[in-house]
């Protein structure tokens, strides 16, 4: 069988799809780099931006949780940097890995994110692809 599986690890936290305003500043200048996200989970969002971002860059970021009036704020790390060339891309975003968002915090997160679908797959799945 030449199939080819799909992710068969776990991922830490599901990723949820939301249209979510947000305050995301680079921390060494304080400038505005986004303002808007996509997806979001306990572990960290993706926001569009037009600025020019590097992996590894700091953020603080600033945000209400889903369907509710719980402010979140938190420091995070530039993960991955996405550049809208890609069929499915939303133009330039950032991936965003949260450094340390508490528990009370990570907790109201997770039950305003539960019953909200996940985010749409931004390419086609290869031909043969088992989803499991």
């Given amino acids: 069988m030449s199939a080819i599986l ?3 690890t776990p991922r830490r936290a599901f990723r949820r799809e939301v249209l979510l305003r947000c305050q995301v500043v680079r921390e060494r200048d304080f400038r505005l780099v986004g303002d ?3 997806d979001l989970s306990t572990e960290g969002m993706l926001i ?3 600025e ?3 992996t590894g860059e700091e953020l603080i970021v600033s945000f209400r949780a889903p369907r509710s009036q719980i402010w979140i704020d938190a420091f995070a790390t530039v993960a991955r940097v996405v550049h809208g060339r890609r069929p499915g891309d939303r133009g330039r975003c950032l991936g965003l890995r949260f450094q340390n968002l508490d528990d009370r915090s990570r907790r109201a997160l997770f039950q305003r994110l539960r019953g909200l679908p996940p985010p749409e797959p931004s390419r086609p799945e290869a031909v043969g692809t ?3």
């Fill in 52 to 54: 020019r971002v590097l």
């Fill in 6 to 8: 799909a992710r068969n």
């Fill in 48 to 50: 569009s931006t037009h």
């Fill in 36 to 38: 808007l996200a996509f």
């Fill in 130 to 132: 088992v989803r499991c």
